[in-house]
């Protein structure tokens, strides 16, 4: 629901229904916007939009992202849309703020089946063009990381620290997403611990449309830049 609580979306993996509670006004998502195992949504009352994580777009599984105005559902865009062709779980969306520094990003996370991955995108959602004609940059950092499918994962933001927390069963991970290059930390057996932030290595980017991709499944750990999906 939004924080006035006067508008929400209920959904299922196979279903999803938006409803405006003072106009008693109702549309079924999933035929609107064609999409389906829909897997995480969330309300910024901020911008007034919705966030929804899918699965499932035109019948072909992948990875998409739709934004959409919490007062009117057929004013929408896709974010993204990676047809990757496999089943995603344990899947959250975050929004990150930082007044100060001007900048509001979308953090989004999930397990892969198949190729026992766990991935978190970043994405520049601090000025998003509703023209749907307008394809835009929005794409900062992608993360991997081994993960069984078969075993929970869940992922959170620390506000304080900017962190992106992973816990499992194969323990806790961090991920520095704040602006700080880099800072200290202590383990639990009291030894000094070195965080680099992703943003530390931004110069690495040539062209601005390009983003970072992090390869931490393997034991050797590769970075590399993409061009959008």
Not at 137 to 147: C, I, K, P, V, Y
Not at 163 to 173: I, Q
């Amino acid at each position: 629901m939004n924080d006035k609580q006067t508008i929400m979306i209920t959904a299922s993996p196979e279903d999803g229904i938006y409803f405006d509670l003072t106009k008693k006004y109702e549309e079924d998502l999933d035929e609107l916007y064609n999409i389906g195992c829909m897997k995480e949504i969330i309300h910024d009352e901020e911008d007034g939009v919705f966030y929804i994580l899918a699965n499932k777009f035109d019948e072909k599984l992948g990875f998409f992202i739709i934004r959409m105005k919490d007062e009117d559902p057929n004013s929408y865009k896709f974010l993204t849309k990676w047809k990757n062709k496999l089943d995603i779980g344990d899947s959250s969306l975050f929004v990150l703020r930082n007044p100060k520094e001007g900048y509001k990003e979308l953090v989004i996370s999930y397990k892969t089946i198949y190729i026992n991955t766990y991935n978190v995108t970043i994405m520049d959602i601090s000025n998003v063009s509703w023209d749907k004609e307008i394809t835009q940059q929005s794409t900062l950092f992608r993360h991997e990381s081994f993960q069984l499918w078969e075993s929970e994962i869940k992922g959170l933001i620390l506000e304080n620290n900017k962190d992106f927390v992973t816990l499992s069963k194969a323990g806790v991970n961090i991920l520095a997403l704040g602006s700080e290059p880099k800072r200290i930390v202590k383990d639990a057996q009291g030894n000094e611990r070195m965080i680099h932030s992703l943003e530390s290595v931004n110069f690495l980017k040539i062209d601005p449309e390009n983003y970072v991709l992090f390869e931490c499944a393997e034991e050797d750990r590769i970075i590399s830049i993409q061009q959008e999906f």
